[in-house]
Nanobody, 121 residues
Framework: QVQVVESGGGLVQAGGSLRLSCAAS????????MAWYRQAPGKQRDFVAV???????NYADSVKGRFTISRDNAKNTVYLQMNSLKSEDTAVYYC???????????????WGQGTQVTVSS
């Protein structure tokens, strides 16, 4: 079994910062890309940022210059540093990992349960 667990969400004022963490654990052999998505109430889930196992990154235009994704491969953990937060950043943030589980032949996508980020104006 592979688990992906997010943490670090909460309530913050506009202009503030939060750091989200996401750890993959269990019977896994390798992790490829890890990414963050978010879903605001009544809206679809949107891409936020992605990082490859080599450290290459890509961001949604709405968060460029404010959010930074990073990872610690030794800990199977990805982070999302969020600065200059705006009310429109309010959403449930989900972590997704492309993971090769023990006994599997292919990489599969594993999702966490989500963590709530609320930005008050």
């Amino acid at each position: 079994q592979v688990q992906v667990v997010e943490s670090g969400g909460g309530l913050v004022q506009a202009g503030g910062s939060l750091r989200l963490s996401c750890a993959a654990s269990g019977s896994l052999r390798s992790i490829n890309n890890m990414a963050w998505y978010r879903q605001a109430p009544g809206k679809q889930r949107d891409f936020v940022a992605v990082i490859s196992n080599g450290g290459s990154t890509n961001y949604a235009d709405s968060v460029k210059g404010r959010f930074t994704i990073s990872r610690d491969n030794a800990k199977n953990t990805v982070y999302l540093q969020m600065n200059s937060l705006k009310s429109e950043d309010t959403a449930v943030y989900y972590c997704e990992g492309s993971i090769l589980a023990v006994g599997a032949r292919n990489f599969n996508e594993y999702w966490g349960q989500g963590t709530q980020v609320t930005v008050s104006s």
